[in-house]
């Protein structure tokens, strides 16, 4: 992502795939099948874009400072705030805060290792990296 910006990397060139001035800054890109989960670090908000017709739904709204996606299972994501957040975004599309970090630890881009149910989540600016144990029920 650049500034408002989605490139895609096709036959040995990269080209916009996606652009929106109005929806602040792609960051955080999960890519799916038939979609792309995009959170945005400007305007806050999670949208889902159809990759055939390009056409966008924003899914969700005050995500802060988007930043990571990571998928955790069937329509399952936790999704990352820069500012130190960290919420699980459900199959039925509502949001559930996690972790509130704020004022303390940047959350970055993060990584799920499932066979471990594990959460690695580095955090900017502290030089650190925090590991939690998920338990889905």
């Known amino acids: 992502a650049d500034g408002h910006q989605v490139f895609q990397y096709k036959n040995g060139r990269s080209e916009v795939f996606w652009q929106d001035r109005q929806r602040g800054r792609p960051n955080g ?29 924003i899914v969700a709204k005050k995500i802060g400072r988007g930043d990571g996606i990571e998928a955790v299972g069937e329509n399952d994501y936790l999704i990352t705030d820069y500012s130190g957040r960290i919420f ?50």
């Open 29 to 57: 890109i999960w890519n799916e099948k038939d979609r792309l989960l995009i959170a945005t670090s400007i305007s806050g908000q999670l949208i889902s874009l159809d990759k055939s017709t390009r056409t966008k739904r």
């Open 88 to 137: 699980y975004f459900s199959p039925l599309e509502n949001m559930h805060l996690l972790l509130d970090r704020r004022g303390k630890k940047h959350t970055a881009d993060i990584e799920y290792i499932p066979s471990k149910q594990l959460l690695i989540v580095p955090n900017h600016r502290n030089n650190t990296v925090q590991a939690f144990r998920l338990n889905w029920k």
